[in-house]
């Protein structure tokens, strides 16, 4: 195994293939060695593609002797969370319920990346249908932390999370309802962005609700993600919230300044209570942008006090919904905390679901005041690192105050799934048990490219994101 090159960014890896210095078979192996020596104690995928992979690999390398380029992610490994069908595949969702389905259809973003070269080495881990934070999971064991593996990656989409973080795969595709794709960023040191709903295509993904879902990717860096992201965007027929906005070149303009861009740091309940390690990388990392010319201001983020009661009613209502059917039928097969949010979801009035609808038209046409301030908005990803397995369920002090471990770890990321912006989150430190903590950048809807430019300003000037988790990885 070359441990230089599973080091190497997405879009490292990508040149170094392009250009054929390295071959995609010996970066498929080098990741593939990787898997076999760490995924039985992280445990990050449910099912590795190993032969098909290789045969993806081997073609990838013909193609290019011949002088055929498929796309920006030739033979690059990557991962898929196992809640997007892949035709053939085995698709769980991380349950009991889905274990041996095999869709007849690729996802929409399954088959981009495929157009787009890239070799895809397996499905990832997940907490059940999508419905949790932490990725402990007791149909296909749980996922652990790979930078202390008696500690939670996040969730739901940890396995992704920690394929990427221990250099198994150099991108992965995850899903973000509450927080689902930053949380894993964050508690795993990876950069993950959430697009603005309806930027990329949700078709053949489970949904877990089906106005808050979004699917995007994992990766390093944020130059990583914008290069994933331009495959991923997109309008798609085959999905009605698709958006038809032309894309971006993400890539175009990721190396221009922030110099005169304002970011706003809205105030409670971002900061309060939070973890004292947590807050003090964040300021730290908010400082690096301004001193690269960005004019940091407070702002007053609106409708705080609904935000919780909105994404809850929303989400709980919408799960229940699309999982009727089977928890009628098979409610047993469901974990008991899975089966016990959807039985909640079943229990909103209607009129309380209503409700939460009117109260986010309210609350996007409130936050068009605050986007005529700011350009971007900065905070702590997640006020708290990640919980030990079996521990995130507890309420445990915090700073000045306490904290719900599973509600801290959506707290400051549903706002923008009520809103469908983008948001990202990038590394910025450690805490003092060398665990990651996570600066979140979120921007207006549909402007993914200055987010991922201010994620790439940072990272120019720190060192976080190319930390990567000890080899042992022995509990």
């Given amino acids: 195994m070359n441990e230089e090159r599973v080091g190497l960014s997405l879009t490292q890896i990508a040149r170094r293939i392009q250009t054929q210095e390295v071959s995609a078979t010996h970066a498929l192996e080098d990741v593939l060695e990787h898997v076999a020596h760490a995924d039985d104690t992280i445990n990050a995928f449910v099912t590795i593609l190993r032969d098909q992979a290789l045969q993806e690999a081997e073609a990838a390398d013909h193609m290019l002797r011949a002088g055929h380029l498929l796309g920006p992610l030739h033979g690059v490994p990557v991962a898929i969370k196992d809640i997007l069908t892949t035709d053939g595949i085995t698709t769980t969702a991380g349950s009991k319920i889905l274990a041996d389905w095999k869709p007849d259809f ?77 949380i894993p960023a964050t508690l795993c040191g990876v950069t993950g962005i959430k697009p603005t709903y309806g930027r990329v295509s949700r078709y053949g993904c489970l949904p877990l609700s089906w106005s808050l879902d979004h699917v995007g990717p994992l990766a390093r860096t944020a130059e990583d993600c914008a290069r994933a992201l331009q495959v991923l965007a997109g309008h798609d027929p085959l999905d009605p919230t698709s958006s038809n906005r032309p894309v971006p070149d993400y890539l175009a303009n990721i190396n221009e300044p922030i110099e005169g861009l304002t970011i706003g740091i809205p105030g409670e ?61 098979r409610p047993e097969d469901y974990d008991s905390r899975v089966l016990a949010g959807l039985l909640q979801g079943a229990t909103v009035p209607a009129i309380d679901y209503v409700n939460a609808l009117r109260l986010r038209s309210i609350l996007r046409e409130k936050m068009n005041d605050v986007w005529r301030r700011v350009d971007l908005l900065a905070l702590p990803t997640s006020p708290v690192t990640a919980p030990r397995i079996g521990h995130a369920y507890e309420t445990v002090p915090v700073g000045s105050g306490e904290l719900q471990l599973t509600r801290a770890l959506t707290r400051n990321m549903t706002p923008f799934n009520l809103l469908g912006t983008p948001a990202m989150s990038v590394p910025c430190g450690f805490s003092g048990d060398e665990l990651p903590i996570g600066l979140q950048i979120a921007g207006r809807p549909f402007d993914e490219a200055t987010v991922l430019r201010a994620g790439h300003a940072y990272q120019k000037e720190t060192d976080w994101h190319m930390w990567r988790p000890p080899a042992d990885t022995t509990p």
């Fill in 106 to 182: 690729d996802a929409t973003v399954v088959r981009k990346l495929r157009q787009a070269g890239a070799v895809i080495i397996g499905k990832t881990n997940l907490h059940e249908f999508a419905f949790g934070v932490t990725t402990e999971n007791p149909h296909h064991g749980n996922t652990r932390n790979p930078w202390n593996p008696e500690h939670v990656p996040g969730g739901s989409s940890g396995g992704s999370g920690a394929a990427v973080a221990m250099g198994m795969g150099y991108m992965a595709i995850g899903t973000d309802t509450g927080g689902s794709i930053r």
């Fill in 269 to 329: 309940p971002f900061w309060d209570p939070i973890d004292p390690e947590v807050d003090a990388a964040v300021r730290a990392g908010i400082d690096v942008l301004k001193s690269q010319g960005a004019r940091v201001i407070d702002v007053e983020f609106p409708l705080v006090d609904e935000l919780v009661t909105m994404q809850t009613s929303i989400l709980f209502a919408d799960a229940a919904a699309y999982h009727h059917q089977w928890m009628r039928e």
